[in-house]
């Protein structure tokens, strides 16, 4: 994976100039409509105070959930605005008017450092089919494009990939020190190196697996992965998730990571249900004795020790994906272990994907970690060394 070599918002003279900003707004909202986590706003702060200090007038594009080109007010973004307006202490814009309608002097009446924002692009079918037209409509409205939307990166959508054809272009700070924190530990990580991948699938891992397997030192696989890699040493898995053409793959894996010397691990115990629901009768048994018909659902605690002494040993730590059934109660403990254990490391611990957030926050542990991804897809997309779209489309330094 190469390493940011494109324009940031510090290498682009924005003084008092119309900045179209692309931030990645998809909050969570609750049951009345009001923002559960303000995460993704908060990290998008720091670019937004750098050009309200650089006088900028700043335009706001974000999306919101998926409203599949149709306009749902469920998935306004005006509290958004609301709390923009709350923590900034300044009046925000909300255009909630049809863009294609706006003229590009829409803007023209923002003054130095007011921020404008406007209601969710994908309430507007041609964002997600990177309409070039739209692209150049919101290009229109500003002098500089700066893209902030880390999460949705890996997508090429009019406001993040179209929209830079058109205009001087950088990223803002978060999408700078996401790519650059992944590019170090990537590239260069303080050893002993450990990757802990969970999940459910081999399939949405794989390109993963293969990238990472020639850089770390330990690579712990669990969760509903783990039962593939079981099955192809030989253990028998009950009705476990099992991904059958992906069983050589799984093979191929273990004796790669043999040859390199990597030390691959996967659980050495397991919780598992009778079957796959919340409040299912469980056992713990070790891996080389599940029973016939039961479904393993987290790791067990001798699993919860191995690894918690692997990080505790560890100087760089990725983690992505649960190492159990998260969603439920009862099959969480070993995800939570693991974030404990991350938390109580000394290690630069990098955390991504949904789940493993989600059990950071859980316990309000995001202060001891060093770096919590705002992108599932996006990270995962780099630590397969992939390149983003959205991210190359930005013009080089
Ligand atoms: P991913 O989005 O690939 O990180 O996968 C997250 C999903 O993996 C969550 O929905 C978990 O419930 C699921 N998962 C974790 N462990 C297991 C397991 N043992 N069996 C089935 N699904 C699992």
Redesign the pocket.
């Known amino acids: 994976m190469n390493c940011l070599n494109k324009k940031s918002v510090e290498d682009i003279n924005v003084f008092e100039k119309k900045v179209l900003l692309r931030c990645d707004f998809n909050v969570p909202l609750d049951g009345n409509g009001n923002i559960s986590n303000t995460k993704r706003i908060d990290d998008s702060l720091q670019t937004i105070r750098y050009l309200i200090k650089n006088n900028a007038k700043i335009i706001i594009i974000s999306h919101l959930g998926r409203p599949n080109g149709s306009k749902k007010p469920e998935l306004s973004l005006k509290p958004v605005a609301d709390y923009l307006t709350k923590i900034l202490n300044v009046n925000v814009r909300f255009i909630s008017d049809d863009i294609k309608k706006l003229s590009k002097e829409a803007f023209d009446s923002l003054k130095n450092s007011e921020i404008a924002l406007l209601e969710n692009i994908r309430f507007y079918k041609e964002e997600q089919l990177n309409d070039l037209d739209f692209a150049k409509k919101l290009a229109s409205f500003a002098d500089i494009f700066v893209n902030d939307a880390f999460g949705t990166a890996h997508r090429a959508h009019a406001s993040t990939q179209g929209v830079a054809k058109f205009l001087p272009s950088g990223c803002g700070f978060l999408i700078k020190n996401e790519v650059n924190i992944l590019c170090k530990i990537l590239n260069n990580p303080e050893r002993p190196f450990l990757a802990i991948l969970?999940?459910?699938?081999v399939s949405?891992?794989i390109g993963v697996i293969n990238n990472l397997i020639d850089k770390v030192d330990t690579l712990i696989i669990a969760?509903?992965m783990?039962?593939t890699f079981l099955n192809a040493l030989g253990y028998s898995i009950g009705d476990?998730?099992f991904e059958a053409d992906k069983v050589s793959l799984a093979a191929d894996i273990i004796t790669k990571a043999k040859d390199l010397n990597v030390r691959l691990v996967l659980p050495v115990d397991n919780v598992v249900g009778e079957n796959?629901r919340a409040d299912t009768n469980s056992l713990i048994v070790d891996s080389d004795s599940i029973p016939e018909g039961y479904?393993?659902?987290?790791i067990g605690p001798k699993s919860e020790r191995l690894f918690s002494d692997i990080i505790e040993d560890s100087k760089t730590i990725l983690w992505?994906?649960?190492?159990?059934?998260?969603?439920w109660e009862n099959f969480r403990h070993g995800t939570l272990k693991i974030a404990q254990a991350i938390a109580n490391s000394n290690a630069i611990s990098v955390v991504g994907?949904?789940?493993?957030a989600a059990a950071i926050n859980l316990l309000g542990l995001e202060n001891c970690i060093s770096h919590l991804s705002t992108g599932?897809g996006a990270s995962l997309a780099l630590l397969e060394g992939k390149n983003l779209p959205a991210i190359d489309a930005l013009d080089d330094k």
């Open positions: 969970g999940g459910s699938k949405d891992k969760g509903g783990a039962y476990s998730i796959f479904i393993g659902l987290d992505n994906g649960p190492v159990g059934v998260f969603e994907g949904g789940d493993s599932g």
